[in-house]
């Protein structure tokens, strides 16, 4: 989904900014104590990278390219600098694979692989270790974490499908990793259980690989955590209550699973929560959940394919930077809240489709300027459609109303695109100021009209 990506790469960038300042900082201090001496990378170190880069692209000829101190000189993406203990000149970061020319670290070969991986136990004051589209066609296996020293801070695979193996179980004494990123490979196996002892780590992305078993361990010590996202590989069991401690998370997305039980109440303590995604998974009962009625910060919830069942619940009053919501095929009963139409002004995307839905369609929906897609299809929502040509020109095939079987439109609407029938009498749209069935579930709905209003007034 592309919210994820926009998401990791913001991070990413504030990552590497602060690694890059310290870097300089660094740099300077060394170059004071230094002074004009020459600075030498040790000779083991100098051969192991011209080993690896070898066997990542052996059409390179990188030591005739490079062949002087790789301290002075050496391609993007390999970087030495000042050990923080030893005050030794170290290679600290190793990235392999091109992804930009804003980062144009040597490229690998379509066949590249690593033929030792124990030449990384050579570089004992490596901090990040980076692979993007390197292992595509010879297996390569994940090495053991114990190679890496414990300085270890970003170990990162992205797009390796034929990187094989599994992760280490002495990752927990990984203690220096901030951020654990393996996605789009073929590692296999379970999350080991030491991964809650990462206490520095602020983005986990283990999304698109075959990881199986559940979530272990005891995740509230991970304060530092700021992106969980596990999407997209054959996990289960139940989400554990831990989660909750992860006061700073940002984003959990574990959609894409075989996730089961219901969603834990004590995910309420998830208050900086921007991006929740637990879709397409074997959550059940308990509806949606009313606690995120306090992550104030939500910019998406995703729930679908979920069997939750329940109302919609009035909870969008102080969820007005949402822009999008999907709770498709989660086995929903009852009205569309009129507060969805009023409250969430930034809303882009609704999927309330396949669900049982009844009642009709909120007016107010026409009023939420940069709604683009709105799915209702395969529910039995009645009466007439009660948006203007306007906005059914402005949604177009984005706006999906099929299979409900007493829904209509106006005559002029073209009936074909949306697949209801005409009305043939004057039915009233629903909306709150005509709604009779006023109960308690309408309040949210007149706390936010009043805020409007008073917007208004003020303006
Ligand atoms: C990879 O392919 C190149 C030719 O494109 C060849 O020279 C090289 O030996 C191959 N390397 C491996 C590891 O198979
Ligand atoms: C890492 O953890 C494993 C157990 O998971 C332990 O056997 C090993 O000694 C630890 N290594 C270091 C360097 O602390
Ligand atoms: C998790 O760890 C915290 C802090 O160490 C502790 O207070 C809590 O009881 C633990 N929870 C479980 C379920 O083990
Ligand atoms: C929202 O937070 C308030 C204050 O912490 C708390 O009293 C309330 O129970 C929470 N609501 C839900 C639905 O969790
Ligand atoms: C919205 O926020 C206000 C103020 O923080 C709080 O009093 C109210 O209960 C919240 N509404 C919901 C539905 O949680
Ligand atoms: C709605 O979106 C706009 C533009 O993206 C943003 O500036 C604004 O803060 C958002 N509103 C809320 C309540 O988050
Ligand atoms: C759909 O709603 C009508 C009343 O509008 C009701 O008679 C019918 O049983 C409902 N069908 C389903 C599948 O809920």
């Not at 030491?194 to 509230?220: K, V, Y």
């Not at 009709?360 to 683009?372: N, Q």
Request: contains cysteine; aromatic residues 8%; charged residues 15%.
């Amino acid at each position: 989904m592309h919210f994820s990506a926009f998401r990791s790469s913001q991070l990413s960038m504030g990552f590497s900014f602060s690694r890059v300042t310290f870097n300089f900082l660094m740099f300077v201090l060394a170059c004071i104590a230094i002074g004009n001496s020459q600075p030498m990378l040790n000779s083991v170190e100098q051969e192991s990278v011209y080993r690896v880069l070898e066997s990542l692209n052996s059409d390179v000829p990188w030591r005739s390219l490079f062949p002087d101190d790789l301290c002075s000189s050496a391609p993007h993406g390999v970087v030495c600098d000042y050990a923080t203990v030893t005050g030794t000149l170290n290679i600290v970061e190793l990235s392999f694979g091109y992804v930009s020319d804003y980062n144009s670290n040597p490229t690998c070969s379509t066949n590249s692989t690593l033929f030792d991986p124990s030449l990384f136990s050579s570089f004992l004051h490596l901090r990040k270790l980076f692979f993007y589209e390197c292992f595509t066609q010879q297996p390569f296996f994940l090495p053991d974490l114990s190679l890496f020293g414990l300085g270890l801070e970003e170990l990162v695979f992205i797009n390796n499908p034929t990187l094989f193996g599994s992760l280490s179980d002495n990752i927990g004494n990984m203690t220096s990793l901030r951020r654990l990123i393996i996605t789009g490979t073929s590692v296999s196996g379970k999350i080991p259980i030491g991964f809650g002892e990462l206490t520095n780590l602020e983005e986990a992305t283990l999304s698109r690989n075959s990881l199986t078993g559940d979530i272990p361990g005891n995740l509230s010590n991970m304060k530092k955590l700021k992106v969980l996202d596990l999407s997209q590989n054959g996990l289960t069991g139940k989400i554990p209550g831990t989660i909750g401690g992860l006061e700073n998370l940002l984003k959990f997305d574990l959609s894409s699973n075989r996730f089961s039980g219901e969603i834990p109440e004590t995910m309420k303590g998830l208050r900086a929560l921007e991006f929740l995604d637990l879709s397409e998974n074997s959550f059940v009962g308990g509806g949606v959940p009313l606690f995120l009625s306090n992550m104030s910060k939500l910019q998406g919830v995703y729930l679908s394919g979920n069997e939750l069942g329940g109302v919609i619940p009035d909870i969008w009053e102080n969820l007005s930077g949402i822009n999008g919501i999907g709770l498709s095929r989660v086995g929903l009963v009852g009205e569309i809240p009129v507060s969805m139409g009023v409250c969430l002004r930034n809303l882009t995307y609704l999927g309330l489709d396949n669900n049982k839905l009844t009642g009709g369609v909120p007016t107010e929906f026409e009023k939420l300027g940069l709604l683009s897609e709105l799915n209702l299809h395969n529910n039995n929502l009645s009466g007439r459609v009660p948006f203007s040509l306007g906005f059914l020109g402005k949604v177009g095939g984005k706006l999906r109303l099929e299979g409900n079987p007493e829904l209509c439109v106006d005559e002029g609407v073209i009936k074909s695109l949306y697949n209801v029938k005409t009305c043939n009498e004057v039915e009233n749209p629903r909306s709150a100021l005509v709604d009779g069935t006023s109960s308690s579930t309408r309040i949210g709905d007149r706390i936010c009209r009043l805020l409007i209003l008073f917007g208004v007034l003020l303006w």
